[in-house]
């Protein structure tokens, strides 16, 4: 098993740190709700399954919806993708290039995606 080294998601600031990094790095955003069980569910998949290596390009970013509402809305509207619970979206170059919700988050189903992505996830 390999931690995870999420960056919490709790300001509008820190939404703007995370358009800078997709400049240079592949940025994934997980959005989780506390009342949600798909939500714990997936996060626990996903981090049983994480491998730091195969991910050294992508850097993870956790967002509460519950906790912090207005950013959530923020980041659908910035993206422009509709509101899930639980969601995941990889954002390259200030640009949502993925996303996927429910049960449709796996490890296996975001590397795919971050591989077909290419050279930001080469160290």
């Not at 998949?45 to 290596?53: F, G, I, P, T, V």
């Not at 200030?94 to 077909?116: E, G, P, Q, R």
């Amino acid at each position: 098993m390999n931690n995870m080294d999420w960056i919490k998601l709790e300001s509008a600031k820190d939404f703007h740190d995370l358009i800078s990094i997709s400049e240079s790095k592949l940025c994934m955003i997980f959005k989780y709700s506390s009342r949600c069980g798909s939500s714990a569910v997936a996060l626990d998949r996903l981090e049983r399954s994480w491998n730091a290596e195969d991910m050294s390009g992508v850097q993870p970013f956790f967002l509460d919806l519950i906790a912090n509402r207005d950013l959530s809305n923020m980041v659908s509207q910035e993206f422009d993708v509709i509101h899930e619970s639980p969601q995941v979206l990889l954002i390259e170059n200030s640009d949502s290039v993925f996303d996927t919700s429910h049960f449709s988050i796996s490890y296996d189903n975001i590397l795919s995606a971050v591989m077909k992505l290419g050279t930001k996830n080469e160290n």
